[in-house]
């Protein structure tokens, strides 16, 4: 059982294919659970599952923390030592990293704005803070208050705890999603929103946090929790955006999929003049988070995008823009055929007339 659900991605296709919507992923998790209580977790899942964790401290070492790609012969070194493939580049870590203190932590009445809590992941915050710069932007010219509630435990940032889940490590998912809570349920009381942009992330809020934790608060969380288009599909209004005269790829991250939400992404660009989207017919991309970068499942992840993904990108111009909100779903373009995708709300950003 180990051996084969070692290949599953997590994918949640399952959860919409399967005609008694059986959770393979849940399963994973569990399985997860007893084999890293029996026998711990190897190297490999322990840097995965505590990223959250030390992600603050690589980046302001980022320039160290980096070299693993550049200097010759480190990254099999990290191969031999850690298990993540030499045959593709780390995430990298960045210096200008997303900080809390960019926006503000409580409501603010005074303003006519509709008032929403931005939950700022570890991937977006520190690999690619532009993306979180962008959605801000994107939120206030539609009308939206975005702000960043204190974390109730003032040592560290709100995380969804899904690093911890992927590798079995329950109890400590149990810990982020209550200081999530706790956090947020003053706001979510007063019926604020929450908004993300990983959706991975953000959709955690609607299926493994109630699971982890069965009340009302999760109940309230999962009902108040939209991804970034679903949430702009609701208040758009006040943007007014460029016409355009040009075509883009959007790949639908896995759990969008599986929870209907690509289809916000395609009504909001829709509201763009001129523009075109092509939507491509993709299962996985194959990254799945870490699965794309152990050294034992590198060559499955890249047949997986080599299936339909790849081949749906390279029939276009180079220069045509991609549009995919899912971290791993960027990594795996850019390191699969040298293609750059971005989020949609770098997209929307660029193409907003303020």
């Known amino acids: 059982m180990t051996d084969t659900m070692k290949l599953c991605v997590s994918c949640k296709a399952c959860k919409r294919e399967c005609p008694t919507g059986v959770d393979m992923s849940k399963m994973k998790i569990e399985l997860s659970y007893l084999k890293a209580k029996k026998y711990g977790l190897d190297i490999n899942s322990k840097l995965v599952a505590y990223?959250?964790?030390?992600?603050?401290?690589?980046?302001?070492?980022?320039?160290?923390?980096?070299?693993?790609?550049?200097?010759?012969?480190?990254?099999?070194?990290?191969?031999?030592?850690?298990?993540?493939?030499?045959?593709?580049?780390?995430?990298?870590?960045?210096?200008?990293?997303?900080k809390d203190n960019e926006l503000p932590n409580t409501v603010?009445?005074?303003?006519?704005?509709?008032?929403?809590?931005?939950?700022?992941?570890?991937?977006?915050?520190?690999?690619?803070?532009?993306?979180?710069?962008?959605?801000i932007k994107v939120l206030n010219a539609a009308g939206f208050f975005p702000f960043i509630p204190k974390s109730k435990n003032i040592k560290k940032v709100m995380c969804c705890g899904r690093?911890?889940?992927?590798?079995?490590?329950?109890?400590?998912?149990?810990i982020e999603a209550n200081n999530v809570i706790d956090t947020l349920l003053p706001y979510l009381s007063q019926g604020i929103n929450v908004v993300g942009l990983e959706p991975s992330c953000i959709l955690s809020f609607r299926d493994e946090l109630p699971t982890l934790l069965k009340n009302k608060n999760t109940e309230l969380l999962k009902n108040n929790s939209f991804t970034f288009e679903e949430l702009l599909?609701?208040?758009?209004?006040?943007?007014?955006?460029?016409?355009?005269?040009?075509?883009?790829?959007?790949?639908?991250?896995?759990?969008?999929?599986?929870?209907?939400?690509?289809?916000?992404?395609q009504k909001v660009l829709n509201y763009i003049e001129g523009l075109e989207v092509e939507t491509i017919e993709t299962s996985c991309c194959?990254?799945?988070?870490?699965?794309?970068?152990?050294?034992?499942?590198?060559?499955?992840?890249?047949?997986?995008?080599?299936?339909?993904?790849?081949?749906?990108?390279?029939?276009?111009?180079?220069?045509?823009?991609?549009?995919?909100?899912?971290?791993?779903?960027?990594?795996?373009?850019?390191?699969?055929?040298?293609?750059?995708?971005?989020?949609?709300?770098?997209?929307?950003?660029?193409?907003?007339i303020y």
């Not at 005074?110 to 803070?129: G, M």
Request: with cysteine; proline share 5%.
């Open 51 to 98: 990223l959250p964790k030390y992600a603050p401290f690589a980046s302001k070492l980022s320039n160290l923390m980096n070299l693993r790609d550049k200097v010759p012969g480190l990254a099999k070194i990290s191969e031999i030592l850690f298990g993540f493939t030499a045959k593709r580049p780390l995430p990298k870590w960045r210096s200008d990293y997303f």
């Open 108 to 135: 603010d009445n005074t303003l006519d704005k509709i008032p929403v809590i931005l939950f700022v992941d570890t991937f977006n915050r520190y690999h690619e803070p532009e993306n979180v710069r962008s959605a």
């Open 163 to 174: 690093t911890y889940l992927s590798n079995g490590l329950i109890d400590n998912a149990k």
């Open 233 to 265: 599909a609701t208040q758009h209004e006040n943007i007014t955006f460029k016409k355009l005269n040009e075509k883009v790829l959007l790949h639908g991250h896995c759990h969008q999929k599986a929870f209907d939400a690509v289809k916000p992404i």
């Open 286 to 352: 194959g990254m799945a988070g870490a699965f794309g970068y152990g050294k034992d499942t590198y060559d499955i992840s890249m047949k997986m995008a080599g299936e339909r993904l790849f081949p749906a990108i390279k029939k276009n111009p180079n220069d045509i823009k991609i549009i995919a909100d899912g971290t791993s779903c960027r990594c795996q373009i850019k390191d699969g055929i040298n293609r750059q995708a971005i989020h949609v709300a770098r997209f929307l950003d660029e193409n907003i």
